[in-house]
């Protein structure tokens, strides 16, 4: 018999071993966020099982939280923490299915590509240790700092921008993304990013929900708040990281928004903007419009035919972040959306929409930004 170790690692892993004796049929469930029901996420790391085909059934995936998003997904597996593929899945009755014959003795698997709070420390690290200017907002509910770096010295004639990401832990695309943008942002010898840190002043928050990435977390902070869903009337004891982000931008202003997100669902790169928030206006609109189509014509990664229902007029949801900010500062305010499964455009069945290709699409938000500027 096969002796396995299935365990969540402490940084942001989450699994529940129901039965590993036999692995023909080893038993799963994931955790649910600590305090809310929502549950998704899962990562975990197997050792003991070189050499032999293990099958995996995560038993209560028809309970999570978007079950909607299993049918066509796949689990992502690596060894190494760095490169990730995917292998086959199965959704059926409620269990979410894989096999996979690990040929190391230990192997993770993950929803999505996991991107652990200890590497984004080590982000943080090479960002202070190039002299990027940052300013602890925190604390978070653990007592955590929620960090903002700033690009480019404020000033009267500068506009502020902001882009944050990981407001929901589990979307782990988010973080990627930000490697990308942020190793591009950072380049001394990219003359986009030179431009554009002489002409704005752009705040970065790379990881809002610091608890919640460290608790192996779906969607909530250690609160057990949405923290997309507090931006109307943020807590300082239930949603502090929301509160503090959205003070500090009362004081900075804003005139562009961007926050970075992942969809279990639709199987493509989408932005959702803000029509519907009240008195949206055409120049609004072109904004959007500008920067859609900016980023379209970029990157063919990008689509604009799938993505969420456009808001009726007046009808937006204001505890949104792209919504509130867009309404609070008339300002260009979206969402953009990556997928948990393969991208539908340009799919790549080996590694799906991959931390590469989400680092890739950072970058090219960069040029997107600087095409649009004019019109912000």
Request: with cysteine.
């Amino acid at each position: 018999m096969t002796d396995l170790m299935i365990t969540a690692p402490a940084d942001s892993g989450n699994i529940a071993v129901l039965d590993a004796k036999n692995p023909k049929a080893v038993r799963l469930a994931i955790v649910p966020d600590g305090k809310a029901a929502f549950h998704q996420w899962f990562y975990f790391r197997v050792a003991g099982g070189e050499g032999v085909p293990v099958t995996y059934h995560i038993e209560n995936a028809g309970q999570a939280s978007y079950a909607f998003g299993w049918p066509d997904y796949r689990v992502c597996v690596s060894t190494d923490l760095e490169e990730w593929t995917r292998i086959d899945t199965q959704y059926k009755d409620g269990c979410l299915s894989f096999s996979h014959r690990a040929e190391q003795n230990a192997v993770y698997f993950a929803y999505f590509a996991a991107y652990p709070l200890e590497r984004y420390r080590q982000l943080a690290a090479e960002l202070v240790a190039a002299a990027v200017p940052c300013d602890p907002l925190g604390p978070s509910v653990d007592g955590e700092p929620i960090d903002v770096f700033r690009f480019g010295d404020p000033g009267k004639d500068k506009k502020p921008l902001w882009v944050i990401a990981r407001q929901h832990p589990g979307e782990s695309m988010g973080s990627w993304w930000m490697e990308g943008f942020l190793e591009r942002l950072t380049d001394p010898g990219d003359a986009t990013a030179r431009a554009l840190r002489d002409r704005v002043t752009l705040y970065v928050v790379p990881l809002v929900n610091v608890d919640g990435v460290r608790r192996g977390h779906l969607r909530t902070n250690a609160a057990g708040t949405d923290l997309n869903r507090a931006w109307a009337d943020p807590s300082e004891d239930t949603s502090p990281e929301v509160f503090s982000i959205r003070q500090r931008m009362d004081e900075t202003g804003c005139d562009f928004f961007l926050d970075v997100h992942g969809d279990e669902a639709i199987a493509n790169n989408f932005i959702a903007g803000a029509e519907g928030v009240p008195g949206w206006t055409p120049r609004q609109q072109d904004r959007l419009d500008g920067f859609r189509d900016a980023l379209s014509a970029l990157s063919p990664a990008f689509q604009t035919v799938e993505g969420y229902p456009v808001d009726p007029p007046g009808r937006a949801n204001l505890s949104i972040a792209a919504n509130q900010i867009a309404h609070r500062f008339d300002c260009l305010s979206m969402t953009l959306e990556m997928p948990f499964k393969d991208a539908k455009v340009l799919p790549d069945p080996e590694v799906g929409w991959s931390p590469e290709r989400c680092r890739a699409l950072g970058r090219t938000c960069l040029s997107a930004l600087w095409t649009t500027l004019p019109l912000l």
